[in-house]
């Protein structure tokens, strides 16, 4: 049996308002799981407002069949904004995980049955020089985190969506906030 036949179902939303990248976010886990030879599924949903409103997408990896690409109890949440957090936050299926995005979602969630990781992600992208890198932090934790996804695997897939020649220019900047946010989150 390979090691990928050994991988759980993973459901996932991942949540925030339009611009701060929540469905980049989403496509990369969803570049990562494929390169990882899992079946995935990725479905984005954004309101009317391209930045500033309010936008999720669902992303599922599995090594079986995956009947469905519809989440209504996910297994891990990735709360970019607090609107997201109440939204979301309360499907989230016990025993499963909710990452924050703490420099934006100043409340306390208060769940008791899941972990709750809060990640300062805006910080940690600013001090990587990548003020559009809070979703690529939120990559690394969720990598560490959740421990299916290889890093290898998230920065193959950065590579993979910046490789046009007007977007290389970011994926070193992406892989530092990647491996920025896996080191803060390893550390929780």
């Not at 969630?109 to 939120?138: F, H, L, S």
């Not at 977007?167 to 803060?184: T, Y």
């Amino acid at each position: 049996m390979s090691k990928a036949a050994n991988k759980k179902n993973k459901k996932i939303i991942i949540s925030g308002f339009g611009g701060q990248g929540v469905l980049l976010l989403g496509k990369l886990i969803a570049e990562a799981a494929l390169i990882q030879e899992l079946n995935t599924t990725w479905m984005p949903s954004y309101g009317p407002e391209m930045r500033g409103g309010t936008c999720n997408c669902t992303v599922q990896y599995a090594a079986g069949d995956i009947s469905a690409p519809v989440v209504d109890q996910p297994d891990i949440l990735i709360a970019m904004n607090e609107p997201s957090l109440d939204k979301f936050g309360p499907r989230v299926k016990p025993g499963g995980i909710i990452i924050t995005n703490s420099n934006i979602v100043l409340k306390q969630c208060d769940r008791t049955d899941v972990k709750i990781y809060e990640i300062p992600m805006e910080e940690i992208a600013r001090e990587a020089n990548n003020k559009k890198g809070p979703n690529i932090v939120g990559l690394g934790a969720f990598v560490k985190l959740v421990g299916d996804i290889k890093e290898a695997s998230a920065c193959e897939a950065i590579k993979m969506t910046f490789s046009a020649p007007d977007k290389i220019k970011f994926v070193d900047s992406n892989i530092k906030c990647l491996k920025q946010g896996i080191k803060v989150a390893g550390k929780l």
